[in-house]
Structures are given as C-alpha cells and as structure tokens.
C-alpha cells in the first residue's frame, strides 16, 4: 500500500506530464502562427512580443515540470551524458533574458551513465541558472566533461560574483540562501538527489574570477 507522500508524488508527476504535454502544444502553435505570419509578410510587433511571451513562459513552467518529475523516486536509465547535458544548456538558456551571457560547452567523446533522467537534468539546470543569476550582465557559463582512470568528471563554472569564503560549506544545507526571493532549496536538492545515487556534487573553487562546480560519476562500459 502506498503512503500519502508516495501518493502525492505520484500525482505531481502526472500533473506534471499533463501540463507538459499542453504547454509543448502552445509552443508549437505560437511558432505556427509565427512561420504563417512571415508567410503572409505581416509584422506586427505587439503580435511577436506576445508570441515570444508565450514561448518563453512555456520554457520556464517546463523546466519548472522537470523538478516535479524529479519528487519521484529515483529511477536510473542509462544515458548519453553529453546529450543530457546538451539539453541542461537549451533548457537553462531562457534564463540568460536580456544578459550577454554565453554558454560554452567542451565535452569528451560520448560516454553513458545510469542515472535518473529527469533529476540529473533539474540539477543541471539549477546549477547553470545559479550562474548565470551571479552575473550581473556579461559573462559565460563553461561546463565541459573529461574522463581519467575511468572516472568522469564534469565541471560547470561561471565568471560572474563569488560566493564568500565564510558561506561556502554552508550553501548545501537545505533553506539557506543569500537572494532575498530564495528559498534555500536548489543546491541542497541537487546534493541530495546526487548523493542517493553514489554522485559527489561539490563546490570547487569561487573566487573573483571563477566559480567551479564538480559532479563525478563512474561511466558505463558499452560493448
């Protein structure tokens, strides 16, 4: 028998699936309307901005669905790291706004890992956001991937405002934040979630002119 917080869970992600499913139809339609629009040479930027509206709140309440998603039990799948990470970044670029922010993506040759889709990518996607919120208007996102001795290591980092030295071992525990909206959640979640799958999440280095997060994990050998 399942227990009320299984059952809500179970619930979340099918709200979840379901709002998904009808904001992808007003992306879909939004770009429709943009492709006919140009079609029929009419410009209209009242009509355009509303369609931009549209398209990049159906970015943010997607990426929003993948932590619901995430609030199920882990459910490891084997996939191609750099395709994950791929999406991590086309998923965190709406964040970027009206910054002059670049993500710059150096990955090795493909490598597979077990690992639980949907977490992974709300992890990445938390992190990259986090980034790109340190800088005030330009500035880059790095992450690239390299394996040695069978260990593959990941690393995103950003060239935006530090995290002071004196609260750096505390920005993992859950409800600390420094944003006045913050809510203290994200990089505790994304230690967590990490953590009950064997994967260290850590904070490398930041400093005036780098912030470095590590994630390290054991790839699959694929015959």
Do not use: W
């Not at 709406?94 to 002059?100: E, P, Q, R, S």
């Amino acid at each position: 028998m399942l227990s009320d917080s299984d059952i809500i869970k179970q619930q979340a992600r099918c709200i979840a699936h379901e709002i998904r499913n009808q904001i992808s139809i007003c992306d879909v339609y939004s770009e429709v309307i943009r492709k006919n629009l140009e079609q029929m040479n009419v410009k209209n930027a009242t009509i355009e901005k509303a369609l931009s509206c549209i398209q990049k709140s159906s970015k943010l309440i997607g990426n929003n669905l993948i932590d619901l998603k995430s609030l199920n039990n882990i459910e490891p799948s084997v996939c191609n790291i750099n395709q994950l990470i791929l999406n991590s970044i086309e998923l965190s670029k709406i964040y970027i706004f009206d910054k002059n922010i670049e993500i710059i993506h150096n990955l090795t040759d493909d490598a597979y890992v077990s690992i639980d889709e949907y977490k992974f990518l709300a992890c990445m996607i938390n992190i990259i956001k986090n980034g790109i919120e340190s800088i005030d208007n330009k500035g880059h996102i790095k992450i690239k991937t390299s394996i040695n001795n069978n260990i593959l290591t990941i690393s995103i980092s950003n060239n935006g405002k530090p995290i002071p030295q004196s609260i750096q071992k505390d920005i993992f525990n859950d409800g600390y934040t420094t944003k006045k909206d913050g809510s203290g959640i994200g990089l505790y979640l994304c230690k967590k979630y990490f953590k009950e799958q064997g994967i260290p999440l850590i904070l490398k280095e930041s400093t005036n002119k780098n912030t470095e997060f590590e994630i390290t994990m054991q790839p699959l050998r694929i015959d």
